[in-house]
């Protein structure tokens, strides 16, 4: 029976054992344990200390032992250093403030005056009182995430309860129920995501009878027309080419694509509708040659892809765009787009004088702000959500109700706006605040009264078609170049 070893566990001994049971040489071993030494000598050299002003003599040991520091510590102010129970610091921990805060209440170091019982007094109240204001800031912003929250379930539950009026009872019954009351006032609440594209295209209609088999022969001629372009033409020919071809090419689309909600990274180049959005647009200027592609559609195209199938969403979008409104802005029709700002003065001057006076003071006219809207139908200058609430209604009111939401703008922020220069009222109206709320909008929108002497939106638009006549303080010098 083989004998275990015993081994002298001094240092030496266990330097043999180590040898003994890993075959370590003997230089690896000696150098091991030689620097392990070395770390746990205590430093001898000294280095100079320093303190508030200038230098002090060389200290003798540089590493002490906590132990040691606080021994020399009591034994040079002769009292007792007694730790502060755990309990009685950080009590409120949740609301106590980050950061170095509670370093007012810790004590000088040794080589600075000590602080005086009025001082430490003064300390803690300070103290105190940052830390009651920052639990006074948590307990409000606490109550406002609860109420945002309230408000979102609510809203959920709306939606959902919505949902369920609009599945069961509206859309089977469509064309008896679309004019109630009932369903007008449930409309103007908002859409609910669910059944959005599809109110919409009921809405809109099929005047065009467009088919999804005609969607399918447009887009192969797109493609083809594509195809052709990027083999044949070059910077010379696009030069040289008429203005509807230009704006029907490949590359006009594709720059005006990758600036369409820039901000979802859905619809630029690799991402997951971009190839939808260039299909939709493509086709619509293969159907539509005599208007062609004009800066504004992708935005349309795109709210309309994001709630309906691709054949849809380009029936919807031919539609649309075939509205009288629509079609009188993408094509440019000077003397149409002037009737229609001047049914927006004609309500704008009823419902806001003061700013209606202002705008005029400084000859600012409507197609320096409503072409933007009208164009993308507010889904540039709105958040999208919001955006698609304003199409809610447009589809339920008609063209009058994209005028009313230009006026309610407006009057949402009248009071910004009388403070105001040409130049900062043409650049707030263009980039408008990102905080807008949908409350806070339609609250206004309903402010505004579309009626003038008695006469509603098409009465006053129908007065002026009959007029031969061009009123001069419609004339807008952007429209006249």
């Not at 003997?26 to 002003?53: D, I, M, Y």
């Not at 109240?125 to 912003?141: L, N, T």
């Not at 959902?160 to 019954?173: F, R, T």
Request: hydrophobic share 40%.
């Amino acid at each position: 029976c083989k004998m275990k070893k015993t081994y002298d566990l001094t240092t030496s001994g266990y330097e043999k054992a180590l040898r003994s049971y890993y075959g370590i040489a003997n230089r690896t071993v000696v150098n091991f344990f030689t620097k392990r030494t070395k770390e746990l000598k205590p430093a001898v050299q000294s280095a100079p200390g320093w303190k508030l002003f200038g230098k002090v003599p060389p200290r003798e040991n540089l590493q002490k032992d906590s132990k040691i520091i606080q021994q020399e510590y009591e034994a040079r102010t002769g009292r007792m250093y007694k730790p502060p129970p755990p309990s009685t610091r950080r009590k409120n921990i949740e609301f106590e403030p980050l950061s170095t805060t509670a370093l007012i209440l810790e004590d000088r170091p040794a080589n600075l005056p000590a602080k005086s019982v009025e001082e430490a007094l003064r300390h803690r109240q300070e103290y105190d009182e940052m830390v009651a204001e920052a639990k006074k800031r948590e307990i409000k912003e606490a109550h406002k995430r609860k109420k945002i929250m309230r408000e979102r379930f609510k809203q959920e539950e709306n939606i959902a309860s919505a949902m369920v009026i609009w599945v069961n009872e509206i859309l089977p019954n469509w064309e008896g129920m679309r004019a109630t009351r009932r369903v007008r006032e449930l409309w103007w609440q908002g859409l609910p995501p669910s059944v959005r594209g599809k109110v919409w295209s009921l809405a809109v209609g099929n005047e065009l009878n467009i088919t999804p088999e005609l969607y399918e022969i447009f887009l192969s001629r797109a493609k083809e027309r594509w195809k052709s372009f990027s083999e044949t033409s070059s910077e010379n020919d696009i030069e040289g080419a008429s203005v509807a071809d230009r704006e029907a090419s490949l590359e006009l689309i594709k720059l005006d694509i990758s600036r369409t909600f820039p901000s979802l990274y859905i619809f630029q180049k690799g991402g997951p509708y971009h190839d939808l959005l260039h299909s939709v647009l493509g086709a619509y200027t293969c159907y539509r040659p005599d208007v062609g592609y004009v800066q504004g559609m992708s935005f349309i195209a795109a709210v309309l892809i994001l709630n309906l199938e691709e054949a849809d969403a380009f029936i919807a979008f031919a539609n649309l765009l075939n509205k009288p409104c629509q079609l009188a802005f993408f094509r440019v029709d000077h003397s149409m787009m002037l009737k229609y700002f001047a049914a927006f003065e004609v309500f704008f001057e009823e419902n806001l004088p003061k700013l209606f006076l202002h705008f005029k003071s400084y000859s600012l006219t409507p197609d320096i702000y409503l072409i933007d809207w009208i164009f993308t139908l507010y889904s540039k200058s709105l958040p999208l959500d919001l955006a698609c609430r304003v199409w809610d209604v447009f589809c339920r009111d008609g063209e009058e109700f994209l005028f009313r939401t230009g006026l309610g703008i407006l009057r949402l922020y009248e009071d910004i706006l009388l403070q105001m220069d040409f130049i900062h009222i043409a650049q707030f109206l263009t980039k408008l605040p990102e905080d807008i709320t949908s409350e806070r909008l339609f609250s206004c929108i309903a402010a505004i009264q579309m009626q003038n002497s008695n006469k509603k939106w098409a009465q006053v638009f129908a007065s002026l078609m009959k007029d031969n006549k061009e009123g001069d303080k419609n004339h807008s010098p952007a429209l006249k170049s």
